[in-house]
């Protein structure tokens, strides 16, 4: 299991922009997911982006497709959620998470399908 640790949350006015960060201890196989979600008060969890380590294939939920991007960068083993456009609606602890030895599903992004979770970091869109 590795280990996740995200950073960059903060607050910030709605048609602003936030970059997050998600720092994974070293992948032990090239093939894995990761995945962003996101929970705010009183709402399930939803997963809004993943990659595939290999071949870095994309998947995000409706809600966010078109304003927000995830990245990676293999030297420093990080992964980004690059957020723009943002809304109010946006406002929730969002939580990067890792699943290893295994691709992306390609038809969700489901809290299920990961096993390393970080603590989390708040996001909060005023109008």
């Known amino acids: 299991q590795v280990q996740v640790v995200e950073s960059g949350g903060g607050a910030v006015q709605a048609g602003g922009s936030l970059n997050l960060s998600c720092a994974v201890s070293a992948f032990t196989f090239p093939s894995n997911c990761v995945g962003w979600f996101r929970q705010a008060p009183g709402k399930e969890r939803e997963g809004i982006a993943s990659?595939?380590?290999?071949?870095?294939?994309?998947k995000y939920a409706d809600s966010v497709k078109g304003r927000f991007t995830i990245s990676q960068d293999d030297a420093k083993n990080t992964f980004y959620l690059h957020m723009s456009s943002l809304k109010p609606e946006d406002t929730a602890m969002y939580y990067c998470?890792?699943?290893?030895?295994?691709?992306?599903?390609?038809?969700?992004?489901?809290?299920?399908?990961?096993?390393?979770w970080g603590q989390g970091t708040q996001v909060t869109v005023s109008s």
């Open positions: 990659i595939q380590t290999v071949g870095r294939h994309t």
């Open positions: 998470a890792a699943a290893t030895r295994t691709y992306c599903s390609s038809v969700r992004i489901s809290s299920a399908d990961f096993r390393s």
